[in-house]
């Protein structure tokens, strides 16, 4: 068990620019979300995949959001003409997908984002 | 949306000695599941302690405790014999029943700095 793993660590990017990050989830794990974290603050839920479904999204993930997890493994969130607001840290966590146990979540190290 | 509460920013303790931080939440479910995490300074957030609503006996790990008091609505953690290594962010989280398992709301934090 090697882990939730995020890449980049961190990035920096000119306002405007597209980013894109990506988390590989503990194996054998169908449960896959997002979140986002600004400093000092606790992180608030972006979205949520069930295997390969997008579940839920936040209103806070805006339209210039996206997210993926194509085959029900590996997940991308872009974000499109990133704005100064965007900088913070975003965290992936997975989990077993067990219903009716609310199942513990585990998360990666997060990838913290600056935009200039 | 869930509300968590953690009143307090900062707290300090010198090492071997007990602290406990506090954490009130606001729900109208009768079964929920509420998560203690700790994110250490630059590092990935990691699971300290889970409770059940539906069970009455507090959870404890190690020297990690919580006083559940569901009435209340009140979960708070006890570090017992404080180590260096304690010192960390500690967020308390909500989560919902099935079938909205899948969220967790988390509270502000309270930043824990262990003294030698």
């Known amino acids: 068990d090697t882990g939730v793993s995020q890449d980049p660590r961190h990035k920096i990017t000119k306002r405007g620019q597209n980013v894109t990050f990506r988390c590989d989830p503990i194996?054998?794990?169908?449960?896959l979300y997002w979140y986002r974290q600004t400093l000092g603050q606790g992180p608030e839920f972006l979205t949520y995949?069930?295997?390969?479904?997008?579940?839920?999204k936040s209103r806070l993930l805006s339209d210039r959001f996206s997210a993926e997890r194509p085959k029900g493994s590996f997940s991308t969130l872009e974000i499109q003409r990133t704005e100064q607001g965007d900088s913070a840290m975003y965290l992936c966590?997975?989990?077993?997908?067990?219903?009716?146990?609310?199942?513990?979540?585990?998360f990666g190290p997060g990838t913290r984002l600056t935009v200039l | 949306a869930q509300t968590v509460t953690q009143s307090q920013p900062e707290m300090s303790v010198q090492e071997a000695e007990t602290v406990t931080l506090s954490c009130t939440y606001d729900?109208?479910?009768?079964?929920?599941?509420l998560f203690w995490y700790k994110q250490p300074p630059s590092r990935q957030m990691i699971l300290v302690i889970r409770q059940e609503a539906y069970k009455q006996q507090n959870a404890t790990e190690n020297r990690f405790s919580v006083n559940f008091q569901k009435a209340a609505k009140s979960f708070s953690l006890k570090i017992s014999d404080s180590q260096l290594g304690d010192t960390a962010m500690y967020f308390c989280?909500?989560?919902?029943?099935?079938?909205?398992?899948?969220?967790?709301?988390f509270g502000a934090g309270t930043t824990v700095t262990v003294r030698a």
């Open positions: 995949f069930q295997n390969e479904a997008q579940l839920e």
């Open positions: 729900t109208s479910e009768n079964n929920y599941y």
């Open positions: 989280a909500f989560m919902k029943p099935y079938p909205n398992d899948y969220k967790l709301s």
């Open positions: 194996s054998e794990h169908n449960r």
């Open positions: 966590a997975s989990s077993q997908g067990q219903a009716l146990r609310g199942d513990t979540q585990y």
